[in-house]
C-alpha cells in the first residue's frame, strides 16, 4: 500500500502528515522554525529535518508529496536554486509603493493590487536589486521547497500564482503582466496536485524514498486547510473561527470584488470563493480568558437569543461583509452579567459569518448547504448550536484541520 506525504510550512514552522489510500494518518510530525536571519536556510534545514523525523518505513513506501507554504512568501534564485537575495515574507509590505504602477496597466478589481502581493513583492525587487547578469527565477515559497525534491526549477501551482498576477480563468500569465515581471523569470504554473517529476536520486538515497516517488505541485496554506476540511461539493463551506473570522465557500461561480476583500481561488472546475472579517476570537480574546470563555459558554442557552446587537471588533473598520474602513465597533450595552455580554458577542460574530455567506450569495455564489469549522471557536458547542440557527444549515467540526493533511490528500490526486 503506498502513503503520500503533505508538508505544511506556516508562519511559525512547518508540519508532515503522511496518510495511507484510505485518507487515515500513519505519521505527524511538526518542527518550529528557529529564530532565523537567513530565512530560506531555516526552510531547507527544516524540510529535511521534518523528513527524516517520519519513520524510514513508510519513507520506503511513499507514492507521492505534495508542499504548501503561506501565500506571497516569495525568493528570488538562480538557475541552480539558488536564492541571491532574502526572501519576502508573506506580510512583507514594502511593495506598497509599487501600486501605483501596477494600477495603471491591472484590470480593475485585480488581487495584485494589495502592498503584500507577489506582483508588488517582484515589483519591489525590480526596483532595489542591481541588474544580474544571469536570469533571475521568481518563486513561491512551496515552488522552492518542492524544487529541493524533484530539481526542476521554475514550477509553480495556480494558487500560489494567483497573486503574481495569473490568470486562473484562462490559464495563463496575461498580457498587462509581461511588462511589470520582466527581466524575472515567472513560474510555469501547474494545476496543484500535478506531478511534477520524480524525486531527486540524491534526495531518494538520503531519506530511503522509493525511486518512482512523485513530487506534485503545491498549495497555499490557507487552501490546504480547505482541503483538509472534508468538503468537497458546491455549496459547502468551511468557516475560520481564529482570531478573524475568514469564509471560503465552494461554488460554482466566480466572484471578485477587491474592494470587499473577496476573491476566487481556482479548484478543479470549481471557484473557492472567500472573504474574512476583522471580528473573530481576538474581540473575544480582549474580554476572556480561554478558561473563561469556555466556562461561561456552558452558561448561555443557544435557544434564547439575547436582544444585544453587537458588530463585534477590537477598532474602527472591516472590510468584509461591511466594506467600511470607518465602521464603528458596536458593544453597547454592556450587560453587568458576563454571561450574558459574551452571548452577545458570540451572537455578533455568527450574525456577521452569516451576512458574510448571504453576501457571497447574493453576488452569485452556490447557495450554502453545509458549514466545516476550523480554528479555536470550533471547540464552543454552544456558539456551535448558535451558528447553526443564523447560518440555517448544519454547522459541523472539519474532522481534519492542518493544512498538511490537506497538502497529503492534494498529492493523493484528488483535488487536480
Ligand atoms: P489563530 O490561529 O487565528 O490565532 P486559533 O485558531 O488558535 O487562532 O484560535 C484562537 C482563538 O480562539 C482565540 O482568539 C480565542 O479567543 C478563541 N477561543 C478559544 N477558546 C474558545 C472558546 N471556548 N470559545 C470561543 N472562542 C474560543
Not at 44 to 51: A, G, K, P, R, V
Not at 220 to 234: E, Q, R, V, W, Y
Not at 297 to 318: H, K, M, V, W
Not at 378 to 405: C, F, G, H
Amino acid at each position: 500500500m503506498g502513503f503520500y506525504l503533505g508538508i505544511d510550512f506556516g508562519t511559525s514552522g512547518a508540519r508532515a502528515i503522511v496518510i495511507d489510500a484510505k485518507r487515515q494518518i500513519q505519521a505527524e510530525r511538526q518542527l518550529e522554525f528557529t529564530e532565523s536571519s537567513d530565512w530560506s536556510q531555516c526552510w531547507q534545514t527544516t524540510l529535511f529535518q521534518l523528513i527524516e523525523q517520519i519513520p524510514v518505513s513508510l519513507r520506503r513506501e511513499l507514492s507521492a508529496i505534495a508542499l504548501n507554504g503561506t501565500s506571497s512568501t516569495v525568493l528570488l534564485c538562480d538557475r541552480s536554486g539558488n536564492p541571491i537575495t532574502p526572501p519576502l515574507l508573506y506580510n512583507d509590505a514594502r511593495g506598497r509603493d509599487t501600486l501605483e504602477e501596477i494600477r495603471a496597466v491591472a484590470p480593475p478589481q485585480q488581487i495584485t493590487l494589495s502592498a503584500t502581493s507577489s506582483l508588488a513583492k517582484l515589483r519591489w525587487w525590480y526596483h532595489h536589486l542591481q541588474p544580474a547578469d544571469t536570469p533571475l527565477y521568481f518563486l513561491h515559497q512551496a515552488d522552492w521547497l518542492a524544487f529541493q525534491l524533484h530539481g526542476k526549477i521554475g514550477i509553480s501551482d495556480y494558487h500560489n500564482a494567483l497573486k503574481l498576477g495569473y490568470d486562473v480563468e484562462n490559464l495563463c500569465y496575461p498580457d498587462w503582466l509581461e511588462p511589470l515581471t520582466a527581466p524575472f523569470k515567472l513560474p510555469q504554473v501547474l494545476a496543484p496536485g500535478t506531478p511534477i517529476g520524480e524525486i531527486l536520486p540524491p534526495m531518494r538515497d538520503r531519506f530511503h524514498f522509493p525511486p518512482d516517488c512523485l513530487v506534485c505541485a503545491g498549495t497555499t496554506d490557507s487552501i490546504a486547510a480547505f482541503l483538509a476540511s472534508g468538503a468537497t461539493s458546491p455549496g459547502e463551506a468551511v468557516t475560520s473561527l481564529g482570531s478573524t473570522l475568514v469564509i471560503k465557500l465552494l461554488s460554482h461561480t466566480r466572484i471578485d470584488e477587491a474592494a470587499s476583500g473577496i476573491y476566487s481561488h481556482r479548484l478543479g472546475n470549481l471557484w473557492l470563493v472567500g472573504g474574512a472579517s476583522n471580528t473573530g476570537g481576538a474581540v473575544l480574546r480582549h474580554f476572556f480568558s480561554d478558561v473563561e470563555l469556555a466556562e461561561l459558554s456552558q452558561q448561555i442557552n443557544p435557544e434564547q437569543p439575547s436582544l444585544l446587537d453587537y458588530y463585534p471588533l477590537l477598532q474602527p473598520g472591516d472590510r468584509f461583509p461591511i466594506n467600511d474602513p470607518n465602521l464603528l465597533p458596536r458593544l453597547e450595552p454592556h450587560p453587568d452579567n458576563p454571561v450574558d455580554f459574551l452571548q452577545g458577542l458570540l451572537e455578533g460574530i455568527a450574525r456577521i459569518e452569516a451576512l458574510g455567506y448571504q453576501r457571497l450569495q447574493a453576488l452569485g455564489a452556490t447557495p450554502l448547504t453545509r458549514v466545516y469549522t476550523a480554528g479555536g471557536g470550533t471547540k464552543n458547542l454552544t456558539w456551535m448550536r448558535m451558528r447553526d440557527r443564523y447560518l440555517n444549515v448544519p454547522v459541523i467540526p472539519s474532522p481534519q484541520t492542518e493544512a498538511a493533511y490537506g497538502s497529503a490528500l492534494l498529492s493523493y490526486g484528488n483535488f487536480s
